[in-house]
């Protein structure tokens, strides 16, 4: 079956920093790839998402490279700020089908101090 | 355009009572879905339903049961609440057919003792 593994947290980070957070991926064929966010108290937001090999998504500064040969979609951005902190799910839905279910990994909680 | 809502935002059940989530959806999606979210597992699908009419297990059906009631809502039923039961239930929808991107609602937080 499908199964997303993703860093473990928390992540505590200062302002300006840089932040990687690493996932894998095991599926059949070519899923799409997803980031989420959660925001403490809210239900979760589409961050940004790939549809097939090589893709980048990219959103408030926030960088995704889909990479079929080493099966990761790690999170990347160059300055976080303090309103960055959440909680930031890693995600795929298969190839095909008219419903798309989404299989997520466990989530890192990202703290950005001031 | 009030996106995905829920409710209620919170509910405290005894074990063994019935309670029903409800959810509805004004983006004319066609797919919707239920998770519940425990801690350091992320989100596990409990039922979806792909299109109006029709509903499927996800990973975790047990102990629950959903109603398509429309287009629009998606209700999930506890009809013997267990406190394993206890967790964070997300209601997400997307416009079907291939279209993969989900949106949330703000979820209702439940609690059985």
């Known amino acids: 079956g499908n199964s997303v593994t993703q860093m473990e947290g928390p992540v505590t980070l200062s302002e300006e920093a840089f932040l990687t957070i690493n996932c894998t991926y095991t599926?059949?064929?070519?899923?799409?790839l997803f980031w989420y966010v959660q925001y403490p108290g809210e239900g979760l937001q589409l961050l940004l998402k790939?549809?097939?090999?090589?893709d980048k998504g990219s959103n408030k500064g926030f960088e995704a490279t889909y990479r079929k040969e080493t099966t990761s979609f790690h999170l990347e951005k160059g300055s976080v700020q303090v309103s960055d902190s959440a909680v930031y799910f890693c995600a795929l839905t298969p190839y095909s089908g008219s419903a798309r279910q989404l299989t997520f990994g466990s989530g890192t909680q990202l703290t950005v101090l001031p | 355009n009030a996106g995905v809502t829920q409710t209620p935002k919170f509910q405290v059940l005894k074990t063994g009572q019935s309670m029903t989530l409800q959810c509805a959806q004004d983006m004319n999606h066609n797919s919707m879905y239920w998770y519940r979210q425990d801690p350091g597992m992320g989100l596990r699908l409990i039922y979806y339903?792909?299109?109006?009419?029709?509903?499927d297990k996800g990973e975790v059906p047990n102990g629950y049961n959903v109603s398509r009631l429309n287009k629009r809502e998606f209700s999930l039923r506890l009809e013997s609440a267990a406190p394993s039961q206890t967790s964070v239930y997300f209601c997400a929808s997307s416009i079907g057919q291939g279209g993969e991107t989900q949106y949330f609602g703000p979820g209702t937080r439940l609690l059985v003792l």
């Open positions: 599926a059949t064929g070519y899923p799409s």
């Open positions: 790939a549809t097939k090999a090589d």
């Open positions: 339903s792909a299109s109006e009419g029709t509903t």
